[in-house]
Structures are given as C-alpha cells and as structure tokens.
C-alpha cells in the first residue's frame, strides 16, 4: 500500500501556537507563519489597509537583518523564495530554501514577522508602493476585466473587502506613521497563529524557537461581505473585452461546504465535462459547436457559487442551451457506471499528485486554511469511495438545486445580436 504522502504531526506548544510538521526527505525546508489578522479586522480603530500595510512593514528590516531589504537579498542569494501575503482573514509569512540554509532562514523569518524594526523612512515609501497597488487594481475590481468585474458585483457579490480596506485611501496611508504600525503589530503576538513546517528541517530546534514567543489570547474584531447573489434574473450585457458570446449558469450554495461537498462539487463538474467521457462536453461540443467549457467554482467561508461558463460562436443555440442543460445533467448524473469509472480515473491519475514537498505543502495549508484540518490521502480516498456510491452525485445535485439560488446570463460582444 502507498504511503499517505500527505501525512503530517500536529504540535500543540504551551503558548497555544499549532505546528503541522510535513516530513518529506528532500534537500528542501520550508515554513509557513499564518497569523489570523487580515483585511476583515480593518475596523473600529484599526486604519483601512492596515493589516496589509503592516505585512509590509514587517518585511523590511528586523532585529537579526537590520539592513532594508537585507534578508529578501539573504535569500535570493541562497537560492530561495520568501513572501508575505495578506487576504481576508489572515497574513502569512513563507520561506523555501535549501535544506543547508533553511535554518538560518527561518530565524531570520521569525524576527521579521515577530521583532520589526519599523522605521518611517520605509513607512514612507511603503505608502508610494501600496498607493501604485490600489491605482492598479482600481479599474475593475474586485475582477481583472470589466466582464468580470460584472460579475462579481452585479451578478453576484464576491467583494469581502473594499479596494479601501484592502489598500487604504489616501488619507489613511498618509497617516501611517511608526506608533500606529507598532500599535497594529501586537495582534501578531496571537496564541491563534499555525506553523507549517516541512521537508528535511531540525523540527527540535524549530519548535524550541516558537515555544519561546510570548502569547496572548487576541480576538481583534472583524467584518467582512458575505458572497451573495445580486440579480437572479435571466439578461444579456455586452462587454468591450470580449468577442464572443458565453452563457453563465450557476448556484449559490449560501452555506460553508464541507470537504466531502467540495469534492462532491468537484467530482461533478468533471465528470459532466471532461473531454474524454463528459456528457455534457461531448453534447456541447458535438451539437452546439462549443470547444470548451470552463466551470465556476467559487468558495467562500460562507457561501459558493458552482456552474458552467459556455462560450458559444453565435446566438443560434442558446435557447437550446438553456432549454436542455438541466435535463441534460440529471441524465448524465444518473449513469452510475460511468460515474465509477471517472471517479477511478481520479484514482489513477492521482499517481501525478503529491510528488513534491510543494505540492503536498500547500495542500495542508490551503485545506486548514478552508476546513479546520489538512487534508490526508486516507480521508481524500475515503471521500472518494462515499461519492462514486450509486445515486449519490443525482442526490447531491438535486438537493443542490433545492437548497440554492439560481442564476445565468449572457456576456455579449458589443454590436452583436
């Protein structure tokens, strides 16, 4: 039987801060430092971009790289990759390196993220660098093109935070100054915070160094916009950017999934449109003249919108599209066997996951980070072995069909009829 390439130790230190050890024998070490503070917790007395702008701060000097920019230069000259990253409802720092340097490295992160030192010469230029942020995501956000941008808040709401809380406005981030950025940076002293660790590291001397940071128990407030839907009715809308027709097809699911209902979900949406086998790929492709079909998938903590985005050349199917889709779906989702099959094909096909420290690194992290717990492959399988069970796929999308909301429109050239 194959090893659980996805096995991991749990640590729980006395300071209350979690450790994920991911043993992996390979000349590679990495962490990750995820502290619960992001854009959500940007209210009552904590300045609009302030998480983001601390996560800034935090990475250009500290206690052991006092220099600006000192040990960003450490590690690209050790050959290595280190970030922060700030989003809703948390900020992460990560390193990757080489197993020779890594411990190193890892000190060097922890005294950036937990001993900064916050000068206001490089507040200074933090706000120019955060300022030429927002002025690029200004356009369309909280999408990249104007149709998505459309979608994401006249068809559904997917905007947690605003552009302002996020980045700032002007008049925030001209008041950042060193008292407030020092003030903010205490939340980073929560018990809440994970580390992940993996790869070929000296995990006694790793937890020796976290175990001694002094906790205290943080609950900074926080508020955030729930994914919703905005206009459940059918219409058209032309976008400069695009120069073809696509219809939108999609449920809001107004509840957090579990992992087996994102699996559920994913399990779904390839076995009806998978180029191989698809039902649904192979009517669209053959009868309606369609080359691919991209698939919605959106998670929230909340909330989820699933469904299909299908580009059609013309107008002449539409109506078609739209009348036989469902009926379509639910007589594909009835062929058990063929479900088994694609579910087998996952199987097999798994052999190709999971083959790097990267890759199984980020996979606990990003399943924690969604569900409480990281994903192994004994609980992937299992999943698996629930959902290729006769009817349940039939079940899980009529119940999906009950219990959410509806939506679909077209996104047209502008000029086409």
């Known amino acids: 039987m194959q090893?659980?390439?996805?096995?991991?130790?749990?640590?729980e230190l006395k300071n209350g801060i979690t450790v994920f050890h991911l043993p992996m024998d390979v000349q590679i070490g990495q962490a990750i430092i995820n502290i619960p503070l992001g854009t959500q917790n940007?209210?009552?007395?904590?300045?609009?971009?302030?998480?983001?702008?601390?996560?800034?701060?935090?990475?250009?000097?500290?206690?052991?790289?006092?220099?600006l920019d000192s040990f960003k230069e450490f590690v690209g000259k050790e050959g290595g990759y280190s970030n922060g990253t700030t989003s809703i409802?948390?900020?992460?720092?990560?390193?990757e390196m080489p197993a020779?340097?890594?411990?190193?490295?890892?000190?060097?992160?922890?005294?950036?993220v937990y001993n900064p030192i916050?000068?206001?010469?490089?507040?200074?230029?933090?706000?120019?660098?955060?300022?030429?942020?927002r002025i690029r995501r200004a356009p369309f956000f909280p999408g990249t093109t104007e149709a998505s941008q459309y979608f994401y808040t006249k068809i559904i709401l997917d905007m947690p935070s605003s552009l302002e809380k996020i980045?700032?406005?002007?008049?925030?981030?001209?008041?950042?100054?060193?008292?407030?950025?020092?003030?903010?940076?205490?939340?980073?002293?929560?018990?809440?915070?994970?580390?992940?660790?993996?790869g070929t590291i000296p995990l006694d001397e790793c937890l020796k160094l976290l175990e001694i940071i002094s906790t205290v128990d943080i609950d900074p407030p926080s508020d955030y916009n729930k994914l919703d839907l905005v206009n459940d009715k059918y219409?058209?809308?032309?976008?400069?950017e695009i120069h073809r027709f696509e219809y939108s097809f999609f449920y809001l699911i107004k509840h957090k999934r579990t992992y087996e209902e994102l699996r559920a979900m994913q399990i779904l949406l390839g076995t009806l449109t998978n180029r191989y086998t698809g039902k649904i790929y192979k009517w669209l492709r053959n009868d309606i003249g369609v080359y691919e079909i991209p698939t919605t998938n959106i998670f929230s903590r909340d909330a989820s919108v699933v469904g299909f985005d299908i580009p059609l050349s013309s107008t002449e199917k539409l109506e078609t599209v739209r009348g036989e889709l469902d009926k379509r779906i639910t007589e594909a989702l009835g062929d058990d066997a063929q479900i088994k099959d694609y579910v087998e094909s996952i199987r097999r096909g798994d052999v190709f996951s999971f083959q790097t420290l990267d890759g199984r690194f980020d996979s606990i992290f990003y399943m924690y980070n969604n569900y409480g717990f990281p994903i192994t492959d004994k609980i992937a399988n299992e999943t698996l072995g629930i959902?290729?069970?006769?009817?349940?796929?039939?079940?899980?999308?009529?119940?999906?069909?009950?219990?959410?909301e509806f939506g679909e429109f077209l996104s047209k050239p502008i000029g086409d009829k």
């Open 3 to 11: 090893k659980d390439r996805r096995a991991y130790e749990k640590y």
């Open 118 to 133: 916050i000068l206001q010469e490089d507040i200074d230029g933090e706000k120019r660098i955060i300022k030429n942020e």
């Open 235 to 240: 219409h058209e809308q032309e976008f400069k």
């Open 100 to 112: 020779v340097s890594f411990m190193h490295a890892f000190k060097g992160m922890l005294s950036q």
């Open 89 to 95: 409802d948390k900020t992460f720092y990560e390193i």
């Open 42 to 67: 940007n209210i009552e007395g904590t300045p609009l971009g302030g998480a983001h702008f601390l996560e800034h701060c935090v990475l250009n000097r500290s206690e052991m790289f006092p220099e």
């Open 167 to 198: 980045f700032g406005d002007d008049e925030t981030l001209e008041k950042m100054d060193v008292e407030l950025i020092k003030n903010l940076h205490k939340n980073y002293f929560t018990n809440k915070t994970t580390v992940f660790l993996g």
């Open 387 to 404: 959902i290729e069970q006769p009817g349940y796929l039939l079940n899980f999308y009529n119940k999906l069909k009950n219990e959410s």
